[in-house]
């Protein structure tokens, strides 16, 4: 994983970015990136989520989401059914296309080509898949940074990775936010599995070369 921990406090994060954040599920975008999110006003965010643009029940609450974080986006419905069936890193890329407006980007965030915890096919193939589209030239970004977090193989809630590039406490306000984002705006439950995992902090694997983050991706695994 590259260089060093890179920490930096919310406030210090002025500048106006353009950022795309691609997540495979309505939720995705605030357990894993909201408070980054929340604590930079002055990103102007639009958010892919690739699944569950007919689901009657969490799309409208995507739209509230993207609401709260001041953002843009849009949804997809790439198949999310409980088999989890492997999809072809080219379909996935292909939806993607599908759904971010073409242009530059100076930051994208997306998941983890490992995922962020045990085991969600979905979010490894979507960080397979942007990071494929970021180096072949089909996404024109100036960094990507992936989600980083673990749950040590399903022992704890997945919490962020300390030693990833970028690790980002949250103030105590921004995380009260995210926690109402998901238990209110969400609405699930407080003993649920999101609510309990809501993290205090959130963590990235930064990369500004689309060569290095392809080359992070296990040599012997051919699917990009
Ligand atoms: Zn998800």
Redesign the pocket.
Known sequence: MPGEKEYFLPMLQLSSKSVAIIV??P??EILWAGGSILSNPLWKCFIVCLCRKNDSDRAPRFLKSLEALRSEGIMGDLDDGPDQVPLDVRIVGRAILKLLPAKHYDLVVTHSFGGEYTR?V??EEVGKAVIHLWETGKISASELWAFAYEDGKQSYFPKPIETGTLYFPLSQEVWLEKYRLITETYGFDTQSWEAQTTPHAEAFYKYTDPMKAKESIKVDDDSV
């Open positions: 495979a599920h939720d995705d969600h979905r979010h």
